[in-house]
């Protein structure tokens, strides 16, 4: 292993260990629900309320469905060619608290959605911007907390996030 990655290791391992030390009993119910929050199904909804209800762009939805359609594709390819374990299964005393949607962890899918929907939710309705960058935020955060992510796995859905967006936009154009 390069020493690169065990530094990146070792900062998961460290960081995981501390942010499950501050589990707590209204913490975890919170955090529970934050990643709830975040269930792709979730997004979808909104988007087509969204697109609906406020005056988004023209072109908004096609750049939604465009930006979500490659962080999907990307976070499957991506999760299924590196099979990192979770958190829960590769370090001892490290207890789930949700049962995940698939096997492994590298990257967050849910804080690469966050981040697509912060961007996209916060450009149709710029006042609620702060509200969606901060629910992204928890999001991710939420996953390390419940033991399912480690924080590496979270950056990489930012990264991932970010990167649909831009992606999208030199599809389709700007928006």
């Known amino acids: 292993m390069s020493q690169f990655m065990v530094r990146i290791q070792y900062w998961d391992e460290r960081a995981i260990r501390q942010i499950i030390a501050a ?42 469905l465009t930006a979500f359609a490659i962080e999907l594709l990307c976070y499957k390819l991506i999760k299924q060619s590196t099979t990192r374990q979770r958190p829960f299964r590769a370090l001892p005393g490290i207890q789930n608290l949700v049962i995940p949607q698939d096997e492994y962890s590298f990257p967050s899918g849910h804080t690469a959605a966050a981040t697509v929907a912060a961007f996209l939710f916060g450009t149709a309705v710029p006042v609620l911007a702060p509200f969606f960058a901060t629910l992204a935020l928890l999001i991710g955060l939420s996953r390390v907390y419940l033991g399912v992510h480690f924080p590496s796995d979270v950056l990489m859905g930012f990264m991932l996030g970010a990167f649909s967006i831009g992606a999208s936009s030199l599809l389709l154009g700007a928006f």
């Open 23 to 64: 589990r707590g009993s209204f913490l975890t119910p919170f955090m529970k629900f934050i990643s709830r929050v975040g269930d792709g199904y979730v997004w979808a909804l909104l988007a087509l309320l969204f697109s609906v209800v406020a005056e988004v762009p023209s072109g908004w939805l096609a750049h939604a």
